[in-house]
């Protein structure tokens, strides 16, 4: 059998425990399941970027990606918030 060139793990939700910060969003709108539709989006644009072959730092497009899941709820994301 030959060696494989890729070899992809899946640490979403399996080493990455995000219901940690379901109080959160909680506290900012209201309603702790925003978290997931967050989190949807975040991977969508993640995977967007990926084959669009283009860098965008994770932890950036999780603040913008907040702030976009805000102005869809009418919820005002500051920066301390993010």
Request: proline share 4%.
């Amino acid at each position: 059998m030959p060696k494989p060139s890729v070899l992809v793990f899946d640490v979403n939700e399996t080493l990455l425990d995000i219901d940690s910060i379901a109080p959160l969003f909680g506290d900012l709108f209201g309603d702790e399941r925003v978290l997931r539709e967050w989190f949807g989006q975040l991977v969508m644009y993640s995977m967007t970027a990926t084959l669009a072959d283009s860098y965008v730092d994770f932890f950036a497009l999780g603040q913008g990606v907040l702030k976009m899941v805000g102005d869809i709820h009418g919820v005002d994301i500051t920066d301390d918030d993010v």
